[in-house]
């Protein structure tokens, strides 16, 4: 079969929402060092700074902020604290223990694909992988046992430096297209939530210019819900100011693009 291209996933907000894991997480580990807890909107605003990909450091920024906003005399806790903290919130368990054992948010993380979805990308002739900051153990666990995608290829947290760093996604990239990354190559697109993800595919055309590189961004669910069509439209338009290539309803809407335009 014709391969039409490579897609690159992100994880959090695009194959899974973490509005009630990931994100609740932070915001209940932020409220056990400051006594504030940050809103939903707080952390779209600073992750729309575009350097907050990974939530124990957005968690320890939003503390040091809060606390300089208060000008309280609380002492600032160490990154070890916050992961430990996070991490109890996150999994309930021990993260590299068997996951039936962790009763923590990550049980209340809705898939946003199926399984079939990767069947039809196959059908298309699309290639695809995942590059995301979430990691390795939570990554593997929504792709090999939720999805049940058998070795899906996945650059996770600590395996690349953290995005926007375009490495890891260029790693992948060349890794699945078998070829040298450039103007012979197929195109390559890569889709997230983040600014940070958009970012991500313009540092990797400064590195390789001569690579056909697609930025797909989607919004997070949670600006999905009913009521938030405002802020939504006011994410996707920042996404786009940033650089994204192409706006997506939902992941799932790339069954219905025309694979070999891309």
Same mark, same amino acid.
């Given at each position: 079969m014709k391969n039409n291209g490579v897609i690159l996933f992100d994880i959090d907000g695009v194959i899974r929402s973490v509005e009630n894991s990931y994100r609740l997480?932070?915001?209940?580990?932020? &409220? =056990?060092?400051?006594?504030? =807890?940050?809103?939903?909107?707080?952390?779209?605003?600073?992750?729309?700074?575009? /350097?907050?990909?990974?939530?124990?450091?957005?968690?320890? =920024? !939003?503390? *040091? #902020?809060?606390?300089? @906003?208060?000008?309280?005399? /609380?002492?600032?806790?160490? #990154?070890r604290n916050i992961v430990k903290c996070f991490e109890g919130f996150y999994f309930g368990g021990n993260p590299n223990g068997d996951s039936e054992d962790w009763k923590g948010f /990550?049980?209340?993380?809705?898939?946003?694909? @199926?399984?079939? &979805?990767f069947n039809l990308l196959n059908a298309n002739g699309i290639i695809w992988g995942f590059?995301?900051? %979430? =990691?390795?153990?939570? %990554?593997?666990?929504? !792709?090999?046992? #939720?999805?049940? !995608?058998?070795?899906?290829?996945?650059?996770?947290?600590?395996?690349?430096?953290?995005?926007?760093?375009?490495?890891? &996604?260029?790693?992948?990239? @060349?890794?699945?297209?078998? *070829?040298?990354?450039?103007?012979?190559?197929?195109?390559? %697109?890569?889709?997230?939530?983040?600014?940070?993800?958009?970012?991500?595919?313009?540092?990797? #055309?400064?590195?390789i210019p001569s690579q056909k590189f697609i930025s797909i961004g989607v919004a997070p669910p949670h600006l999905h819900l009913k009521g938030r069509k405002k802020e939504r439209d006011l994410y996707e338009s920042k996404l786009e100011e940033v650089g994204a290539d192409l706006i997506l309803h939902s992941v799932n809407d790339l069954i219905n693009i025309n694979f070999e335009l891309l």
């Amino acid at each position: 079969m014709k391969n039409n291209g490579v897609i690159l996933f992100d994880i959090d907000g695009v194959i899974r929402s973490v509005e009630n894991s990931y994100r609740l997480s932070l915001k209940k580990t932020v &409220f =056990e060092f400051c006594g504030w =807890e940050p809103s939903y909107q707080d952390i779209d605003n600073a992750k729309n700074e575009g /350097i907050w990909n990974n939530d124990w450091d957005l968690s320890l =920024e !939003l503390i *040091n #902020r809060y606390i300089k @906003k208060k000008n309280l005399t /609380i002492k600032v806790p160490s #990154r070890r604290n916050i992961v430990k903290c996070f991490e109890g919130f996150y999994f309930g368990g021990n993260p590299n223990g068997d996951s039936e054992d962790w009763k923590g948010f /990550i049980n209340n993380e809705e898939l946003l694909v @199926k399984e079939e &979805f990767f069947n039809l990308l196959n059908a298309n002739g699309i290639i695809w992988g995942f590059v995301s900051g %979430a =990691e390795s153990v939570s %990554a593997k666990y929504v !792709l090999e046992k #939720r999805l049940k !995608l058998k070795f899906p290829p996945l650059i996770a947290m600590g395996d690349a430096p953290d995005k926007p760093n375009p490495d890891g &996604f260029i790693y992948l990239a @060349k890794k699945l297209s078998k *070829n040298k990354l450039g103007s012979s190559n197929l195109p390559i %697109a890569y889709i997230g939530d983040t600014i940070a993800d958009v970012q991500t595919v313009l540092n990797a #055309r400064k590195k390789i210019p001569s690579q056909k590189f697609i930025s797909i961004g989607v919004a997070p669910p949670h600006l999905h819900l009913k009521g938030r069509k405002k802020e939504r439209d006011l994410y996707e338009s920042k996404l786009e100011e940033v650089g994204a290539d192409l706006i997506l309803h939902s992941v799932n809407d790339l069954i219905n693009i025309n694979f070999e335009l891309l």
